[in-house]
């Protein structure tokens, strides 16, 4: 996963021609160009004189300028300098209908902000109206930001929302993995603050989804609320089971974004034999029998994957048995 660094440097210099911050790319050349850290200091301290001149004029900056000094701000922090001013400029990015201004916005406030900021009244609005958009990529900035910076007393502003979302069945599968990876990180965070509701059961029937991404996302999401409350959740076995029969049974053609070292989708089926190591055998003889099935299938499997990913995925299966 790249760092917020890497991520700034490639905004300045990319690789499609026009498309950088030629502004930022200069000040970073720069900084790289330093002989000595007094050198860099003072680069940075004339740097930040003029971005500070630039926030407080008359002249009303446009997006892409708020976003190149935000990335200036943004840069020069990572290098381990204080900053303190420029969070109300980056919080505006985040109210942004572009989607590279607002991506800045949330860069920069996952990045510096913490909950006892004075801002992050008007930051949760903003994330709110975000997780209500009707533009996926929006939301999905939203959803990661909270998965990122969100403590105990950011659970109950979104609680009602996140929630709507994985279940919704008119919202993208990229939202709904990303909505069940951050209601995980609300489970653990603040689980008292998480509405009462139907929402938990119909979580489960997510491993039916036909998006591969959306089933393995929702397993991690699962497997929490079992371990909290496995009778709640135990019919989650035979959706599991049966999941897991389509994957083993399939051939790596059949699953070809989700193959690896020609096993069809590893890390699911993985997740889904965790789950089941939660419950006793299916009592139900139709989904033992099946079960026992995908075990034999798993525990005989062979061929030209690699040796270590196919003792991974039968020990996991003998941990089931």
Known sequence: MKGARDFLNELAMPTVKGEGMRGLAVFISDIRN????????????????NIRTKFKGDKALDGYQKKKYVCKLLFIFLLGHDIDFGHME??????????SEKQIGYLFISVLLNSNNDLMKLVVQYIINDLN???PIHTNLALHCIANIAGK??????????PRLLTSGDVSPDVKQSAALCLLKLLKTGPEHLPA????????HLLNDHHLGVVTSACSLIHELIRRNPEEYKGCVSL???RLSRIVSSSSNDLN???YYFIPAPWLSVKLLRLLQLYPPPEELTILSRLNECLDTILNKSGVCSIFH???FKMQALFTI
């Open 34 to 49: 330093c002989k000595s850290k007094e050198a860099e200091t003072k680069r940075i301290n004339k740097e930040l004189a």
């Open 240 to 242: 599991a089971v049966s």
């Open 310 to 312: 196919l003792y991974a």
């Open 257 to 259: 974004d989700y193959t």
């Open 90 to 99: 980056a919080v505006n990015l985040m109210s942004s209908s572009k989607y």
């Open 133 to 135: 958009s009707q533009t």
């Open 153 to 162: 007393d950011m659970v109950e502003p979104f609680s009602q929302e996140i």
């Open 197 to 204: 509701g139907d929402w938990p059961t119909r979580v489960i």
